[in-house]
């Protein structure tokens, strides 16, 4: 008899009304909308056998269809709204497939949108766990509690005086205690939610009374419910060194050593914009700031150059100005680069592209790690390793300048 492989269902729930940060499940995060990178992570997963999104809007259905999720059915609106819980999303996404399909799946994955920034192996890892377990009704994904509860108070409302929140037996004062006398306590996180279906239809419940946890590295704890949780997070998949999973390719971190750093000029060393006089002489605004970070550079022997297809005199200029070598005019870099390196006999792997735009992208996969400006083209930042904080002509330049200056050692 042959064993039959479990109906592994992810669901994503992804409403339309997000007030702290509008239109959030489908903003550009990182390259990405952010509800992209759950539906990767179930898509990605050996078990999953569908991945889900349950939304009440048209516009994130879409959005959602074009990463490769499933959107068999809009929510309605009454569990779409801003206290609206798990588990009537749950039951209705569980009736509403066996109603119009017949499908019943044997474990049920919850991935939120708000916590994208998962380990590429913890879907797999979870399920597995869930698989070995049958008694079990849950999995949740927890970390190590940040601050641990034993040591939390509350305050009496009528005398005023505190009380330890959580009594410890044998510890008579355990907000006294030191820490490693005290028991391990756990956060669940955001990130994956294993359940058996009949705890959501039969018990109400989206954990059941028998739950495991799946542990999770505290460095991918991340819940994006306000502005700057959104900013720390893209932080981290930038900067994070974190193996995560990621919709399209996998980013590359920045090489341990460097060769050659190589620049785009206009749109990295400029904003982009050019300045025309009644005479056709055109002119640019440059950064300081950014002439001080290649100072620094060159100083330090970190090679550096730019490849720009701008023809006008401006950019030989600020370049000479700068002690910068340049190559300009050139239609095709991609070819241009891959000579270079070849005849100056230097290792790729060891080079980063700083660019901005789309002619800039067949560079990328010729260096060992390709970066753009802030405001780069949207198909570039798709397509990079690392998106900068700042924009072109407007510190970005520095900004690569002293990351390296910091953290990267030279052959030279």
């Known amino acids: 008899m042959v064993n039959r492989k479990p109906e592994v269902m992810v669901v994503i729930p992804a409403r339309g009304g997000s007030k702290g940060i509008p239109r959030k499940n489908?903003?550009?995060?990182?390259?990405?909308?952010?509800?992209?990178?759950?539906?990767?992570?179930?898509?990605?997963?050996?078990?999953?056998?569908?991945?889900i999104i349950s939304t009440d809007d048209e516009e994130i259905a879409e959005v959602?269809?074009?990463?490769?999720?499933?959107?068999?059915?809009?929510r309605p609106s009454e569990f779409a709204q801003d206290k609206s819980l798990d588990l009537p999303v749950f039951i209705h996404a569980l009736q509403?497939?066996?109603?119009?399909?017949?499908?019943?799946?044997?474990?049920?994955?919850?991935?939120?949108?708000?916590?994208?920034?998962?380990?590429?192996?913890?879907?797999?890892?979870?399920?597995?766990?869930?698989?070995?377990?049958?008694?079990?009704?849950?999995?949740?994904?927890?970390?190590?509690?940040?601050?641990?509860?034993?040591?939390?108070?509350?305050?009496?409302?009528?005398?005023?005086?505190?009380q330890g929140l959580i009594p410890v037996e044998g510890i008579e004062e355990p907000y006294n205690a030191p820490r490693q006398q005290l028991p391990d306590t756990y956060w669940?996180?955001?990130?994956?939610?294993?359940?058996?279906?009949?705890?959501?239809?039969?018990?109400?419940?989206?954990?059941?009374?028998?739950?495991?946890?799946?542990?999770?590295?505290p460095d991918f704890t991340v819940d994006i419910d306000k502005p700057s949780d959104w900013v720390r997070a893209e932080w981290l998949v930038w900067y994070g060194g974190l193996e995560l999973?990621?919709?399209?390719?996998?980013?590359?971190?920045?090489?341990?050593?460097?060769?050659?750093?190589?620049?785009?000029?206009?749109?990295v060393m400029t904003d982009d914009r050019v300045y025309v006089d009644e005479n056709g002489c055109e002119m640019i605004a440059a950064n300081r700031g950014d002439g001080m970070g290649l100072t620094l550079l060159r100083k330090a022997g970190i090679p550096a150059m730019v490849l720009s297809t701008e023809k006008n005199p401006v950019v030989s200029a600020r370049c000479r100005k700068?002690?910068?070598?340049?190559?300009?005019?050139?239609?095709?870099?991609?070819i241009v680069l891959r000579s270079y390196l070849q005849e100056n006999q230097i290792n790729p792997e060891n080079v980063i592209f700083v660019g901005n735009d789309v002619n800039d992208i067949p560079c990328f996969p010729l260096v060992g790690c390709a970066l753009v400006v802030a405001d780069?083209?949207?198909?570039?930042?798709?397509?990079?390793d690392l998106v900068l904080q700042h924009n072109g002509g407007n510190g970005a330049v520095r900004e690569v300048c002293d990351w390296l200056l910091q953290n990267v050692r030279t052959t030279h």
Do not use: C
């Open 26 to 51: 489908i903003r550009n995060f990182a390259g990405y909308p952010l509800i992209a990178y759950s539906i990767q992570a179930g898509l990605d997963s050996k078990y999953v056998t569908r991945t």
């Open 64 to 74: 959602a269809r074009n990463h490769g999720a499933e959107v068999p059915f809009l």
């Open 96 to 162: 509403a497939l066996k109603e119009k399909e017949g499908y019943q799946p044997d474990l049920v994955v919850q991935l939120r949108p708000t916590s994208p920034i998962r380990p590429v192996t913890l879907v797999d890892d979870a399920i597995q766990l869930m698989l070995d377990h049958p008694e079990a009704d849950s999995v949740r994904g927890v970390v190590p509690s940040g601050q641990n509860p034993h040591k939390m108070w509350k305050i009496d409302p009528q005398s005023g005086w505190m």
């Open 188 to 217: 669940q996180t955001g990130h994956i939610d294993v359940i058996r279906p009949y705890v959501i239809l039969e018990q109400n419940s989206m954990s059941g009374k028998n739950i495991l946890p799946v542990m999770i590295d």
């Open 245 to 267: 999973v990621t919709p399209g390719k996998r980013r590359r971190p920045m090489p341990e050593k460097i060769d050659l750093v190589v620049f785009d000029f206009d749109g």
């Open 322 to 334: 700068l002690e910068l070598p340049v190559i300009q005019g050139v239609e095709h870099k991609a």
């Open 376 to 384: 780069a083209h949207p198909q570039a930042k798709n397509l990079a």
